[in-house]
């Protein structure tokens, strides 16, 4: 069993960034791919981000390439993203996921999630 906690949400002008943060409990983390997601109101809940247990093996929705960054460190159980460059398209509640059998853009695939983080993006 895998719990997930998203932080770093927030309010952020047009341009800003932000640091999303998703703590994993248990000693397995290492061995788990994670994904970040994100839902903006009224649509359905999209890949944005995701890396490999390597921590060097990454992919990126067309949408935020060049914006986002995911990255993990395993010695502390946590995988981030970082949000460059934000737009008010990317406000939206932003989860983390994690799938024990590699790295997947497919949400359905994925074993466990967290409860989300809202980032809302003023223009």
């Known amino acids: 069993q895998v719990q997930l906690v998203e932080s770093g949400g927030g309010l952020v002008q047009a341009g800003g960034s932000l640091r999303l943060s998703c703590e994993a409990s248990g000693r397995t983390f290492s061995t788990y791919a994670m994904g970040w997601f994100r839902q903006a109101p009224g649509k359905p809940r999209e890949f944005v981000a995701g890396?490999?247990?390597?921590?060097?093996?990454?992919a990126y929705a067309d949408s935020v390439k060049g914006r986002f960054t995911a990255s993990r460190d395993n010695a502390k159980n946590t995988v981030y993203l970082q949000i460059n460059s934000l737009k008010p398209e990317d406000t939206a509640v932003y989860y983390c996921?994690?799938?024990?059998?590699?790295?997947?853009?497919?949400?359905?695939?994925?074993?466990?999630w967290g409860q989300g983080t809202q980032v809302t993006v003023s223009s």
């Open positions: 996921a994690a799938r024990r059998l590699g790295l997947s853009i497919t949400q359905a695939l994925y074993d466990y």
């Open positions: 890396i490999r247990t390597d921590g060097v093996s990454t």
